[in-house]
């Protein structure tokens, strides 16, 4: 078993790290180890707390993330495939929401600094979401920040 990797707890180098792991997956976000993931979901979580960033500055895209996993959800309880996977590109409306969440996020981090870590961590995440399992991975990570920013003291 490959040991892995130190967390780094300077809150840029946390932000490279992170966008590293991602781009650096083999394939897509389904693929980003779970371990991995929440280790480094922790220590982003509290370095964008330390940056003052505040839930209700990224509540929109949140509700939009949270949204689409329920439509995602519905999609697959009425397909008629064995697999439970669907890809995004057949569900263009879900797929159009999901890229267009890099617009959002850049909006708000153009109003505020805090938001720009987040913002380069979901870019490369968004890249990386090919279909209904990606996605999953995808609020997962969301989830455990979130999760790591609160319990870090963030509102």
Do not use: C, W
């Amino acid at each position: 078993m490959p040991n892995p990797r130190p967390i780094l707890t300077d809150k840029t180098d946390i932000v490279k790290q992170v966008v590293k792991t991602i781009t650096d997956i083999k394939g897509t976000l389904k693929y980003y180890p779970i371990r991995d993931l929440v280790k480094e979901a922790e220590a982003f979580g509290k370095s964008i707390k330390d940056r003052g960033l505040k839930t209700n500055q990224i509540r929109k895209f949140l509700d939009t993330v949270n949204r689409l996993k329920v439509e995602i959800k519905v999609q697959i309880k009425n397909q008629t495939t064995d697999s439970g996977v669907i890809f995004l590109t057949d569900l263009p409306k879900i797929d159009s929401e999901l890229v267009l969440l890099k617009q959002k996020l850049a909006y708000a981090s153009a109003r505020q600094d805090a938001v720009k870590p987040l913002k380069e961590v979901m870019d490369a995440a968004i890249e990386k979401v090919e279909d209904s399992d990606d996605f999953e991975r995808f609020f997962q990570l969301i989830e455990s920040i979130i999760a790591y920013h609160k319990a870090a003291g963030g509102e």
